[in-house]
């Protein structure tokens, strides 16, 4: 006898169906077969089903057992196929009516006692299955995550048996949580109040989440430079419940989402070591999956320590950054993760790590120096707005009782200059915010009166700006007016946003 179970795969962040044939016949020898493509692991479950079966009471055909992934183009890998085809198996021996299986998707991982185990990916197939009519059957870990996707019915299941008694109308369905998609938070653990001094610091980072810009700090050891990049994503305005689901599509994809956990609200805030492969970065695999670039997807991606880093991986993530996207090529074709991020890097100013540093002096040789300074001017350092010396913090500033201003009080300064931003760019499609605008766009509205000319003509000169530096200082200096709630760029803007570009300046001035 044949059963048709219906199931489905992940492919980048889209549920494609799959249909498991089952097909029981008399003749052969006895065991199980499998067509269509299979990865490795399908075939693994050949033990799991047999285990799974005869351990939730049911029998284990002794016939010949044919399984059909269908369609055969697409890659099926893991073990989400383990349910749908124990349902098949005893759907097409007899074992109970496959009417039951009208209408409905399963996915899930058996344990050998026929546990339902939860899986990756569950929320892009759920969210493929919208409004279609179905129900779909997922391991009990998941249903917070697939109950997401409106117009479906999702039934969680925890083991095997289960499933059957529901599928044959014994049993109700186990109710699931209603998601709460109200908007986000902001994440709370870490506040900017318990960062002493390093105005100039707080400030910088305040126009990076107030425009968008990327940021890199560049400071001797122990000054505070991860703690201030930490609590970026407490300043930036809470995700729409539409960034909210995206960046929860990306981690159920990448298999990071808890069980029983229903949708991620704060930003991502993503700090992959300096030892991360370049597949890691930007993602990659034999079956796509997001990388770090993606997991940081509406949130902050930090590259701390950056000239640690493999130059390749770095080189791999310039097309991501400019893009906002990144596209996965397979010989299977190719598929697309979103990667909108704020990239923020730190380093130390020089090798040893003390240049400029009163505390201790710095031992490098001017031509180490030189070279390590010179391994930043490549391509990724272009994507970089705002780059800024962080001082050690003075004593008394250490000291002193208090800390600074709370994050939630920069943040509704960020707010009120995203609100301008957003009404700016209304006509703008893909640009949101001045860390994103094209020449044309800086053209457009980064316009300078007469003295403000003067005074970025003068900085070009003295710094020997390029063209592209050029724009960037327009862009930063547009968000320190926004801001301030100015339409005009005016000569005290432009003249912070020249402050942020220490890297070109020459580099022997900064040992000396
Ligand atoms: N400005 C500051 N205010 C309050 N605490 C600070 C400050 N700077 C440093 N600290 C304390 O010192 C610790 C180390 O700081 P942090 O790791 O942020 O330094 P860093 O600049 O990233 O150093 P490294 O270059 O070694 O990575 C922090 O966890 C914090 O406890
Ligand atoms: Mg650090
Ligand atoms: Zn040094």
Not at 241 to 253: D, G, K
Not at 327 to 345: D, E, H, I, K
Request: charged share 20%; with cysteine.
């Amino acid at each position: 006898m044949l059963a048709k179970v219906e199931s489905a795969a992940v492919v980048g962040l889209t549920g494609v169906p799959i249909t498991v044939e089952v097909d029981v016949s008399g003749g052969g020898l006895p065991g199980l077969h499998m067509v269509g493509l299979p990865d490795p692991t399908i075939r693994e479950a050949k033990e799991r089903l047999r285990s799974a079966i005869r351990n939730s009471a049911f029998a284990w055909p002794a016939s010949r057992i044919t399984v059909n992934l269908a369609p055969a183009d697409v890659r099926k890998e893991g073990s989400a196929f383990d349910l749908p085809m124990a349902v098949g198996v005893l759907a097409a021996s007899g074992q109970f009516p496959a009417a039951a299986l009208e209408r409905t998707v399963l996915l899930g991982e058996l344990a050998l006692d026929g546990q339902v185990r939860g899986l990756p990916g569950i929320l892009p197939v759920a969210l493929s299955l919208s409004g279609r009519g179905k129900r779909l059957l997922v391991p009990a870990a998941n249903a917070a995550e697939a109950a997401l996707a409106p117009e479906l019915t999702v039934v969680p299941m925890r083991d095997l048996a289960q499933a059957v008694r529901f599928l044959q109308g014994l049993e109700p369905a186990d109710p699931v949580a209603e998601p709460d998609v109200s908007p986000a938070g902001p994440f709370s653990f870490v506040d900017y109040a318990e960062v002493r001094g390093q105005g100039a610091a707080r400030r910088a980072l305040e126009v990076a989440a107030a425009g968008g810009h990327n940021l890199l700090l560049i400071g001797p050891p122990g000054v505070g430079k991860t703690m201030l990049v930490e609590r970026l994503p407490t300043i930036l305005p809470p995700m729409s419940p539409a960034e909210s689901l995206e960046v929860t599509m990306i981690h159920s994809a990448a298999g990071l989402l808890p069980s029983g956990f229903s949708q991620i609200t704060g930003r991502p805030f993503r700090h992959p070591h300096h030892t991360a492969s370049a597949p890691a970065l930007i993602g990659g695999g034999t079956i796509p999956r997001p990388g770090e670039v993606s997991l940081a997807h509406h949130g902050v991606l930090f590259l701390d320590e950056l000239p640690e880093f493999d130059r390749a991986a770095l080189e791999g993530l310039r097309q991501p950054l400019e893009a906002g996207r990144v596209t996965v090529v397979r010989t299977q074709g190719s598929c697309t993760f979103p990667a909108r991020v704020m990239l923020v890097a730190a380093m130390n100013p020089c090798p040893c790590g003390f240049a400029g540093d009163p505390r201790r002096g710095c031992v490098c040789t001017p031509s180490q120096f030189i070279k390590y300074r010179s391994k930043m001017s490549g391509p990724l350092l272009d994507r970089i707005d705002l780059q800024l010396e962080v001082p050690a913090v003075r004593w008394e500033e250490m000291t002193a009782a208090g800390g600074g201003e709370s994050s939630a009080a920069i943040r509704s300064r960020v707010e009120q200059a995203r609100r301008v931003q957003r009404e700016r760019f209304k006509a703008e499609p893909g640009c949101f915010v001045n860390g994103q605008m094209s020449h044309r766009q800086v053209r457009r509205f980064c316009r300078l009166t007469a003295e403000g000319r003067e005074i970025l003509g003068r900085a070009v000169e003295r710094l020997g700006l390029s063209a592209r530096a050029h724009d960037r200082v327009l862009r930063v200096a547009r968000t320190i007016a926004d801001l301030e709630g100015t339409a005009e760029i005016e000569p005290d803007h432009l003249a912070e946003a020249v402050q942020y570009r220490c890297l070109d300046r020459p580099v022997i001035e900064s040992n000396g």
